[in-house]
């Protein structure tokens, strides 16, 4: 089973960008045919899928977030990260990083994917 573990602040203000990690443990990320998500749930709310990074390092991003969300990724350490920017109380969430199979444009089916503990993150001054 593969084991996956946010990292990074729990608080961050408005208007700077959030940063979180996630180490993969038990495969690599540029193996086919795995790709890594990240999701998030807001408070009281349902999941809302982010973006995914692929084995080869191509991306895919929510449209509404689009113009804010980066994945980038270290090989090397095994990891791959999230970074959005200019971020508002709306971004406060339990941030979590998700291994799937193949591109899927949504939330993995819990049954088919292996997800971190997730990590709340909340923006306030």
């Known amino acids: 089973q593969v084991q996956l573990q946010e990292s990074g602040p729990g608080l961050v203000e408005p208007s700077q960008t959030l940063s979180l990690t996630c180490t993969v443990s038990?495969?690599?990320?540029?193996?086919?045919?795995?790709?890594w998500n990240w999701i998030r749930q807001p408070p009281g709310k349902g999941l809302e899928w982010m973006g995914v990074?692929?084995?080869?390092?191509?991306?895919y991003y929510s449209p509404s977030l689009k113009s804010r969300i980066s994945i980038t990724r270290d090989t090397a350490q095994n990891q791959f990260s999230l970074q959005l920017i200019s971020v508002t109380p709306e971004d406060t969430a339990v941030y979590y990083c998700?291994?799937?199979?193949?591109?899927?444009?949504?939330?993995?089916?819990?049954?088919?994917?292996?997800w971190g503990q997730g990590t709340l993150v909340t923006v306030s001054e």
């Open positions: 990074m692929a084995y080869d390092g191509s991306t």
């Open positions: 038990g495969a690599s990320i540029t193996v086919t045919p795995y790709s």
């Open positions: 998700v291994r799937g199979d193949g591109i899927r444009l949504g939330v993995p089916d819990r049954k088919e994917s292996d």
